[in-house]
């Protein structure tokens, strides 16, 4: 006997789907592409690299300028120095030998206007290598041909250098306390004394303490210094501390 089932039997039939041939719509990726991170990287390194040659190329530039323009102000303040050292010298000589007082008295003129001369030059160097801008406020109303008592700070070896720059032919040439001992130094000992730069003795308090008749010693050998100054426009500088 045949046998009969309740579920009718149906035939599955598979169906599929595409897409005409001749679309133009593509079927959505679902993954993305990505670089791979060693070519971001070097691209990336590639460029800081060459934005830091370009920095480094430029600051060396600027530091062979900087070196560059060093070396030409030193070589030309040391030309000048030499170039007027020679007659300063030779003046000296002959104010050391001549023993005539209104000889020496014009000797030193010449003197003074051979150091103006150096400073004035150095001057021009300094402010030609564009490293400071000078600036001198209030020195319309000094007068050269007069008397001065300069005081001033001493913080670094450029101060000179700077009252020198300020002050030079404004007022006569600057003149400092020098100590006793320097003038036996070879040249400049003999400059320093032609330029009538007032030489000092100082005595330290061990030395007074025992010696005692030696105290206001320097004090005296100091205004003897300055004695001649009477007859020439002087301008003595002293630093106060």
């Known amino acids: 006997m045949p046998s009969i089932s309740s579920r009718p039997s149906v035939r599955r039939r598979r169906t599929s789907i595409s897409e005409p041939s001749g679309s133009s719509r593509s079927r959505p990726k679902l993954s993305s592409v990505r670089a791979p991170s060693s070519v971001r990287d070097t691209s990336n390194s590639a460029s800081i ?5 370009s920095r480094y190329s430029g600051l060396r530039v600027r530091s062979f300028a900087r070196q560059a323009r060093g070396v030409a102000t030193f070589g030309v303040l040391t030309v000048n120095t030499v170039f007027w050292f ?10 050391l030998i ?4 209104a000889v020496r008295r014009v000797l030193t003129r ?4 051979c150091a103006e001369n150096w400073i004035a030059v150095n001057a021009l160097t300094l402010r030609g290598s564009g490293s400071r ?20 700070n001493h913080q670094t070896w450029v101060d000179i250098v700077v009252l020198q720059v300020a002050l030079n032919r404004r007022i006569p040439l600057l003149k400092f306390f020098i100590k006793q001992q320097l003038i036996w130094f070879p040249l400049l000992g003999l ?9 000092m003795k100082r005595y330290s308090t061990s030395y007074l303490a025992r010696h005692p008749e030696k105290k ?17 426009p002087t301008s003595v500088i002293n630093f106060v501390e």
């Open 86 to 95: 020679v007659p300063v010298m030779l003046l000296a000589l002959l104010k």
């Open 110 to 113: 010449w003197l003074m206007w």
């Open 49 to 53: 690299s060459a934005s830091s040659s």
């Open 191 to 199: 400059g320093f004394w032609a330029l009538d730069m007032p030489f």
């Open 133 to 152: 801008n000078w600036r001198a406020d209030g020195v319309d109303a000094l007068d050269r041909h007069g008397w001065y008592f300069v005081l001033a």
């Open 216 to 232: 206001g010693a320097d004090l005296e050998a100091t205004r003897k210094a300055c004695e001649k100054f009477r007859h020439t």
């Open 98 to 101: 001549l023993p005539f007082t």
